[in-house]
């Protein structure tokens, strides 16, 4: 029996990369070594590096426009210092739209001021603030475009004169999206890009070099970029495995056809969670995100059904965060409708039985 | 043809860990996942987190000792600037015996007072310095045990009463050693240990929480510490791969057993060098690292020829780095002593040709 992967992250990738990236670490393109035992420097790598970037500038429309492409380690973690540290001089404005937000506030406030611009906490992160107003001569403004544990995604992109900055783990590469509104975009690989390891960070190289205060090597942008992301020894299975899945991305139509697809996927189950009367969706409805669907059992005592149903069709990963409990359908771009549909099916099975 | 790779790093490791590390991103241990697409809060990966952090005390003699094993990302080179967040409060000293010590004493700055106790600059870093005298009242002395570039490493480990840290990048794992002789260690793992992506830091815990400067989160051991490599999401195929090496390098015998096969390829290769009148060696010969061995030819118009014999034999990655120049034979733990020989075999056609 095929597994059906709903996994938050890391997650679901398309079988033919993970088959092709297994493939490799045994041996690189019939070169009689392993992806992982070549030097970093040597021409199979540089060349699978170079590609990665350009993949990564071409899925976003981004090429020959002033921006870079890095890749880098530490996860969004470190991006959330580490754009405090290049960038915050004055003041920064964040606005708080979950977990993942709220830590991206609290690892800036230790370089300069920072100004909640608007904030969803009050009903536990279910929705994108939407009246606010945002300072003037802010060194940045941050958002999380899609946030993973609520299930909620912005819809349109907030107007600013300030170099917008954003976090786009969970929902790089899904939808088509106007990337030039961004100053600089992150994702951790490991939900929509590829496995655990590494982070794309795509830069306007304009905005760089702006701040006083001295910056360490290996968070300083300016030197990664300077380096082609090979300051130091890359995380060459994390890199190797992205670039393949953005050639898959790009095989597919890229992220206009693929965002098609998500939302396809995404109508389908919530339109079920709206009609099925065991359950209800835990976003605002406008703001429901197409990766990270989050709903809950109106009944809980209908959860030991429903997970067996679930179990017993090859889902996994359903769990909800502990944030929000209930459960949780994450629908990257290797996620299939069919599997979606399996899902439903289950659903539908619940409300038929009980 | 078998390829001999001699590479400085990324480096060969085991066969049968590259085989298994390939077919777990195809498929973990018949769960019908790919290793790379499992959340890092299943109990699947907690398994092999915590069995790599155990071997990893394990295999260094430090368990039920104070220390905890780390796996991180970013490579040494953020543990050069995480060190100096952690531990550095007025002045902390260094001993600068290559490239590698030199970037960790630049990063070190910009957190306090650095004193270089000695280096080996003068003479491109070709010995270990041995006459010196420690300034008492240090944070911490640094050294790193093994000079990947320049083919030195520290027979014996420099007595101090301030803590010690050491950068064993590549030479962890390697020789039988007292490690409790150290208060922090730590080796990114794409050397000895395991894939590009992951370094790991050992540390006694009581050395921590002792300067007043606020650390962001991903850079604090503390916080790392607590949340067990589990800040955020880890490198898990890096810390998998790791893992299964560990697993070898313990099924081998140990760090006992391994160091005593590493000195005996290294006396293999280092009484060619010395016996051939075709090669020189580059390090001091007290202070030659059984890792790396770093030769040149006398005559450097016979490289084309030599490099010939090497190609039809099979190796690989055997070029020096550009700071010393010739060649490099990298031999960790897990090469052969046969790939060594057939070095050695092209080293005396060499001699016997020309």
């Not at 975009?185 to 760089?208: C, D, H, R, W």
């Not at 082609?228 to 790009?250: G, H, K, Q």
């Not at 669907?293 to 090859?314: M, Q, R, V």
């Not at 990257?332 to 099916?345: G, H, R, T």
Request: glycine share 8%.
């Amino acid at each position: 029996m095929q597994l059906h992967n709903f996994s938050a992250g890391p997650s679901i990738l398309p079988k033919e990369v993970m088959y092709q990236a297994g493939e490799a670490v045994k041996e690189l393109n019939n070169s009689k070594l392993s992806l992982i035992e070549i030097s970093h420097r040597s021409k199979a790598f540089i060349e699978i590096m170079d590609e990665a970037c350009e993949l990564a500038l071409r899925l976003t429309g981004l090429e020959n426009q002033g921006y870079k492409a890095l890749f880098v380690q530490g996860g969004a973690s470190l991006q959330f210092l580490m754009i405090a540290y290049n960038l915050l001089q004055n003041k920064a404005g964040y606005l708080n739209t979950g977990t993942w937000s709220d830590k991206a506030i609290k690892e800036a406030k230790l370089f300069g001021d920072v100004v909640e611009v608007s904030s969803s906490k009050d009903k536990n992160y279910n929705y994108i603030p939407k009246d606010y107003s945002i300072p003037s001569g802010l060194d940045y403004l941050h958002i999380t475009t899609n946030n993973t544990i609520f299930g909620t995604q912005y819809k349109s992109i907030p107007k600013t004169t300030s170099p917008l900055v954003a976090d786009m783990s969970s929902d790089i590469f899904s939808r088509d999206f106007d990337y030039s509104k961004f100053d600089l975009f992150y994702a951790g690989a490991q939900k929509n890009m590829g496995p655990a390891g590494t982070t794309l960070v795509i830069i306007k190289e304009s905005i760089l070099g702006k701040v006083s205060r001295a910056i360490p090597s290996m968070l300083n942008y300016q030197i990664q970029s300077s380096k082609d992301s090979m300051f130091n020894t890359p995380p060459v299975f994390a890199v190797y495995t992205s670039m393949l899945n953005m050639r898959w991305i790009e095989a597919q139509g890229g992220v206009k056809v693929l965002g098609e697809k998500n939302a396809s996927k995404a109508k389908l189950i919530y339109e079920e969670i709206d009609r099925n009367n065991r359950f209800e969706g835990f976003a605002n409805q406008e703001d429901r995100s197409n990766m990270n669907a989050t709903f809950n059992l109106k009944d809980p005592s209908l959860a030991e059904a429903f997970d067996g149903f679930c179990e017993a069709a090859g889902i996994s990963g359903l769990k909800g965060h502990r944030s929000v409990g209930g459960y949780r359908a994450s629908m990257y771009n290797a996620m299939s409708i069919e599997s979606v549909e399996i899902l439903v099916d289950c659903m539908q099975a619940l409300e038929k039985k009980y």
